[in-house]
């Protein structure tokens, strides 16, 4: 393994050369693969014991013709003159790395905190999760059942969890064709119109759900502790090695400590508007005050939930242009030629919102009377049977003869 990374290096430096442009950083010289490779060859603490043991037997080998070195055994031999070449190798690679990382930690944080500011101050989702709210509650307690013992709640739900929204098209009529979600976008549709824009308008959501905020924060420890352990190194000891330091190390270090606070800047920045986002939406909290979702989850759920409405909408667009052509071909053709025979009455086609409120209105005439009988009477009625007085023949319900 040695031996053929190594190679990289023979026809183009010597291993003097090689340690020289590793204490200059010039990238010119070496790249950062070549930085990586040579890391992955560095001799090991028994490596060096036994290079030390061969010079003190043989301190005049290069000069020797008898004596046969082999590429890596001149390596691990020229290394005992480089004591802290480890530490030199990994500031080569992290002044090479750290720039780039940190520029793409600092623009992920600052994209998640944009799309929580911007989700926050928005009055068309606002305007959105209010007709949300209303329709939930015209199902649940305006025609519906609430959820205790079907009575009716004046004031209604005041808010719900952002979760919901991908269970909008769950919701069914009774034919299965028609779910909530169709309802929502006619609404929409007749009366706030610009908020089928929002799909469009939040499309980086999609990008967005990928970035884990718990592995953003992982690099960012990371590059922090990579700092720490070239600030804080204790060198072996070697003349080279303090000019190394003053002329490279300080300077690198530096200019790091500027970038990684502009990291943590961001971080804060992040958390600040997610935590404002959270708390808007009514996210849940954990026993120490923090919220137990992260923004990647709630940018996930707004995702799908978007690109459901849009496919809605498409969907309603597509049936109203349907019904418009239908209209248009019998109007013509009633207007081409005599009157075609009356047909006989029928009920005219109900719209989406006008279906889905039937059902709603069905399903309360059924179970609100049953609400205000007797619990017994009532479980007897839901499940379709009645029992009967064993005296008069009466349905118990009807009967005089048990009270």
């Not at 959270?278 to 939930?305: C, H, I, K, Q």
């Not at 919102?353 to 479980?379: C, G």
Request: glycine share 4%; charged share 30%.
């Amino acid at each position: 393994m040695m031996g053929i990374v190594l190679t990289r290096f023979q026809k183009k430096l010597g291993y003097d050369d090689l340690f020289d442009a590793l204490r200059s950083q010039d990238i010119s010289q070496i790249s950062l693969d070549d930085a990586a490779a040579l890391k992955s060859i560095l001799p090991s603490s028994q490596e060096y014991k036994d290079a030390e043991w061969f010079r003190s037997r043989q301190p005049n080998y290069e000069q020797d013709a008898k004596v046969k070195i082999n590429p890596p055994e001149a390596f691990v031999l020229k290394a005992l003159d480089e004591p802290n070449l480890e530490y030199i190798v990994d500031a080569f690679i992290f002044h090479f790395q750290y720039e780039s990382e940190t520029q793409k930690l600092v623009d992920s944080f600052k994209r998640i905190r944009n799309a929580c500011e911007q989700l926050r101050s928005d009055d068309n989702i606002k305007s959105l999760f209010g007709l949300i709210l209303q329709v939930g509650n015209l199902m649940n307690y305006e025609y519906g059942n609430s959820a205790r013992g079907f009575q009716r709640n004046a004031s209604g739900a005041a808010g719900f969890r952002i979760q919901s929204l991908t269970r909008l098209k769950d919701v069914k009529s009774k034919d299965g064709k028609v779910t909530l979600m169709h309802f929502l976008i006619e609404l929409i549709e007749n009366q706030t119109p610009e908020l089928l824009d929002l799909p469009e308008k939040y499309q980086e959501l999609h990008e967005l759900r990928h970035l884990n905020t718990n592995e953003l924060t992982h690099q960012q420890r990371e590059l922090r502790l990579n700092y720490d352990r070239l600030l804080n190194y204790k060198p072996k000891k070697c003349d080279r090695f303090a000019v190394f330091k003053a002329e490279v190390i300080a300077p690198l270090l530096e200019k790091v400590f500027e970038q990684l606070q502009k990291v943590d800047d961001e971080v804060n920045a992040m958390k600040a508007a997610w935590n404002d986002l959270a708390g808007y939406f009514g996210e849940e909290m954990d026993e120490t005050g923090a919220f137990t979702s992260r923004p990647e989850e709630v940018f996930n759920t707004l995702d799908f939930f978007f690109h459901l409405m849009k496919d809605t909408a498409i969907q309603y667009r597509k049936e109203q242009e349907r019904i418009a052509k239908q209209n248009d071909i019998q109007a013509s053709t009633s207007t081409a030629g005599p009157p075609p025979p009356r047909p006989l009455p029928s009920p005219s086609p109900l719209s989406l919102r006008d279906q889905l409120l039937q059902d709603i209105r069905d399903r309360a005439k059924v179970m609100m009377p049953i609400a205000t009988e007797p619990a017994e009477v009532a479980r007897e009625k839901i499940s379709g049977k009645s029992q009967e007085c064993s005296e008069c023949g009466l349905p118990i319900a009807e009967c005089d003869c048990c009270f």
